[in-house]
């Protein structure tokens, strides 16, 4: 082969120029200290319930939780599994939810507290149970019973 020494030269630089592309192109998986090429660190989840925290940031705090709220599910114009019991003691918080299939107005008697239900629309009730005593929450148009609300001392 007849190679000019033009022809090596042209050769030799396309290689060096290939090779400096490369290098430059390239993933780089090595620990670079560099922070501008660097990703956030992962966030790394704990237990349940907790909040997840990135290393070097402060973790939050979960916010606190109470008790479940029990939900009432009423159909056909009846709570589904009869009527609830919901204990408390005076001073607590009284949480439950109402789901309706039909429109109605949930009332809490005693505590004169009531609100409009229906498809698509619960109604949720958060109160103090200021005093002490056996309450009934009701349908109230329909007058049907779907909670048996006990207050203790």
């Known amino acids: 082969m007849n190679f000019s020494p033009k022809k090596m030269v042209a050769g030799a630089v396309l290689v060096i120029v290939a090779l400096g592309l490369f290098l ?3 993933p780089d998986n090595s620990k670079d200290t560099d922070s501008g090429s660097q990703r956030p660190p992962a966030a790394t989840t704990g237990a349940p319930g907790t909040t997840p925290t990135v290393p070097g940031k402060k973790k939050r705090p979960a916010p606190p939780r109470g008790p479940i709220a029990p939900v009432v599910e009423v159909k056909g114009g009846q709570p589904v599994g009869g009527v609830q019991k919901l204990d408390v003691n005076e001073g607590d918080d009284v949480r439950f939810t109402v789901k309706s299939d039909v429109d109605e107005e949930v009332h809490v008697h005693g505590f004169d507290v009531s609100k409009p239900v229906g498809p698509g629309k619960p109604a949720r009730f958060d109160f103090e149970a200021g005093f002490t005593g056996i309450f009934e ?3 109230e ?3 049907v ?3 048996e609300l ?3 001392p």
């Open 141 to 143: 148009n329909s007058a």
């Open 137 to 139: 929450v009701e349908l």
């Open 150 to 152: 006990q207050v203790n």
């Open 145 to 147: 019973p779907i909670i």
């Open 24 to 26: 430059v192109i390239k």
